[in-house]
């Protein structure tokens, strides 16, 4: 009778709450008998990732009821890492074919949810896929909202990136999964002030190096270093950066020549070099105008007026966005 009632309680509508169940238990047996309450949580335990499996499926959006089964699912003690990688899959899956609404993400962010996924990572460190879906899934979260930033950071996202790219040096997936995760953090200027003072600027930098024909690895990475530049002028730590300028100039460039026909990558690149490179595309190449210049993408003069950018710093006429925040030469 205890288990009928406890499965029928658990899977109501296809999605199950061991708060429902917890209530459903205290209505059947003596609230005091010890025994039958420890049968109940090891029953509990062990239906949780049965019924929470199902659930992810049958559910076709992103609400709250499926978030607190997320919850219950990471929190679960019993449950394993294929566990936690199945239904951080399904909720990774849901949250790209079906964006959640405002309310919910914030409703997330505001519960226990940013530092249970945080707590993956690091429980997680030597199962790469439950660490790519917890950055994957904290990156979409986060990033949906500049305002959202703040509830991610105080739960310790940036460094959980962080330490997975210095634990995961070579792994391609997880670098780009890192990356993923710092681009839609440092939007925030705090956030990236903050990534710099923890030398985000060093690692972004080692990612690119190592995945240099990774399209997504490059495009965040690039995408991260022009908001970390951003967000530091004119602020004095900038300055620490300039001795990293010629690493950022040549790895950027690099870029480039790597995905010549990669418009976006270009855009991004051109931008983090306006930051980094004074009076960069500001003037005509004199040899692209002659009818062919040996540096070809790396190049740091325009070639054709639509690459042109108006000279002095603030919005820019061709790809580029702003004039460079180093004072020193190239």
């Not at 849901?94 to 962010?109: D, N």
């Not at 634990?167 to 002030?193: E, I, M, T, W, Y």
């Not at 010549?260 to 070099?273: F, P, R, Y």
Request: charged share 20%; aromatic share 8%.
């Amino acid at each position: 009778r205890f288990e009928t009632s406890l499965a029928g309680v658990l899977q109501r509508g296809g999605h199950f709450s061991l708060l429902a169940g917890r209530r459903a238990f205290d209505a059947l047996v003596c609230p005091t008998s010890t025994g039958c309450r420890s049968f109940f949580f090891r029953r509990a335990s062990s239906l949780t990732k049965a019924s929470l499996a199902m659930s992810l499926q049958e559910v076709k959006v992103v609400n709250e009821a499926l978030l607190e089964s997320v919850v219950e699912l990471i929190n679960c003690s019993e449950a394993t890492a294929k566990n936690i990688k199945d239904g951080l899959l399904k909720f990774n899956n849901l949250l790209i074919t079906s964006a959640p609404s405002a309310e919910v993400l914030e409703t997330l962010a505001e519960k226990d949810f940013p530092r249970s996924m945080v707590q993956q990572i690091q429980w997680h460190q030597d199962h790469p896929p439950v660490v790519g879906l917890a950055l994957q899934i904290l990156a979409r979260c986060a990033g949906a909202a500049e305002k959202l930033s703040s509830f991610y950071l105080r739960a310790g996202a940036l460094e959980a990136a962080i330490v997975v790219m210095d634990r995961h040096p070579k792994h391609g997936g997880l670098q780009n999964a890192a990356l993923f995760l710092l681009r839609s953090l440092v939007k925030d200027s705090a956030a990236a002030r903050q990534a710099v003072s923890n030398g985000a600027v060093d690692r972004v930098l080692a990612a690119l190096a190592l995945c240099l024909k990774g399209r997504e690895v490059q495009y965040s990475g690039l995408v991260a270093l022009r908001y970390m530049l951003e967000a530091g002028y004119p602020n004095r730590w900038q300055d620490s950066l300039k001795t990293v300028r010629a690493n950022i100039q040549e790895t950027t460039l690099q870029a480039k020549v790597t995905h010549q026909s990669d418009e976006g990558i270009h855009k991004v690149a051109d931008q983090v070099l306006a930051l980094v490179m004074p009076r960069f595309k500001e003037v005509l190449c004199w040899h692209f105008q002659s009818g062919w210049c040996r540096l070809g993408p790396k190049c740091t003069y325009a070639h054709g007026l639509e690459e042109l950018r108006s000279v002095g710093r603030g919005k820019a006429s061709g790809k580029g966005y702003f004039r460079g925040a180093f004072a020193g030469g190239a």
